[in-house]
């Protein structure tokens, strides 16, 4: 079982749409939670950090379970250019916070 | 927010060349960068883990001799390929974090514009 684990989609939505994403990880120890974003060709991006309380940045939701040991990310009222890939990843406490990232879920949206 | 910098953002060379990409902390000091590498349509895979002022860690199946890594500053690391074959070709991208922001390990990393390595 891989230590982070994303559905890969690809998910196809057309413009407007409400899309979410989920990631589990399998060790209970990690501590800290982000989401990236990668275009084509191009290096990832830092989205956004994923508090336990959940947080909000504009059209993006971020949350955090840790019971369940799972992290969502909610993006509502797609647009064309949030079409990417989006990377979960998840630092551990130990090991100076070694970084585990998943393999990605492609999002594309359709106009 | 933390920018890293990395250079050359692409690479074109004959087969046996040996290629430097260097990347730099422009914002922040960093006593630890990651070198990744990417191929078409497939996830990052940590090649190496590099450590200022000692020997860079790399992860299994990932041959040190063939990428060399230097993190001389708290700025700067750098990785060359060495003798690169068309194999090599491939994206190679640098992280490292911000521990001036907090807990170090709390922190997200911030990535290079990576580097395109076509070896003809």
């Given at each position: 079982?891989?230590?982070?684990?994303?559905?890969?989609?690809?998910?196809?939505?057309?413009?407007g749409?409400?899309?979410?994403?989920?990631?589990?990880?399998?060790?209970?120890a990690?501590?800290?939670?982000?989401?990236?974003?990668?275009?084509?060709?191009?290096?990832?991006?830092?989205?956004?950090?994923?508090?336990?309380?959940?947080?909000?940045?504009?059209?993006?939701?971020?949350?955090?379970?840790?019971?369940?040991?799972?992290?969502?990310?909610?993006?509502?009222?797609?647009?064309?250019?949030?079409?990417?890939?989006?990377?979960?990843?998840?630092?551990?406490?130990?090991?100076?916070?070694?970084?585990t990232?998943?393999?990605?879920?492609?999002?594309?949206?359709?106009? | 927010?933390?920018?890293?910098?990395?250079?050359?953002?692409?690479?074109?060379?004959?087969?046996?060349?040996?290629?430097?990409?260097?990347?730099?902390?422009?914002?922040?000091?960093?006593?630890?960068?990651?070198?990744?590498?990417?191929?078409?349509?497939?996830?990052?895979?940590?090649?190496?883990?590099?450590?200022?002022?000692?020997?860079?860690?790399?992860?299994?199946?990932?041959?040190?001799?063939?990428?060399?890594?230097?993190?001389?500053?708290?700025?700067?690391?750098?990785?060359?390929?060495?003798?690169?074959?068309?194999?090599?070709?491939?994206f190679?991208?640098?992280?490292?974090?911000?521990?001036?922001?907090?807990?170090?390990?709390?922190q997200?990393?911030?990535?290079?514009?990576?580097?395109?390595?076509?070896?003809?």
């Open positions: 079982r891989k230590e982070v684990e994303q559905d890969p989609g690809p998910f196809n939505v057309p413009e749409a409400t899309v979410a994403f989920n990631c589990t990880y399998s060790n209970s990690s501590q800290s939670f982000f989401w990236y974003r990668q275009d084509c060709r191009k290096e990832p991006k830092l989205l956004m950090s994923v508090y336990s309380s959940g947080n909000e940045d504009g059209r993006f939701t971020a949350q955090l379970n840790r019971a369940s040991q799972y992290i969502s990310l909610l993006i509502r009222d797609s647009k064309l250019s949030d079409s990417a890939t989006y990377l979960c990843v998840v630092n551990e406490a130990a090991d100076a916070g070694k970084s990232f998943g393999d990605g879920t492609t999002l594309t949206v359709k106009p | 927010g933390a920018v890293v910098s990395q250079h050359p953002s692409r690479v074109i060379c004959k087969s046996g060349t040996s290629v430097k990409i260097e990347c730099r902390s422009l914002d922040f000091q960093a006593t630890t960068m990651f070198w990744y590498r990417q191929f078409p349509k497939q996830s990052l895979m940590l090649m190496a883990t590099s450590n200022e002022g000692s020997k860079a860690t790399y992860e299994q199946g990932v041959e040190k001799d063939k990428f060399l890594i230097n993190h001389a500053s708290l700025t700067l690391s750098t990785l060359t390929v060495t003798s690169a074959h068309p194999e090599d070709s491939s190679y991208i640098c992280s490292a974090r911000d521990g001036d922001r907090g807990v170090y390990s709390n997200p990393q911030h990535f290079g514009d990576g580097t395109r390595l076509s070896i003809l």
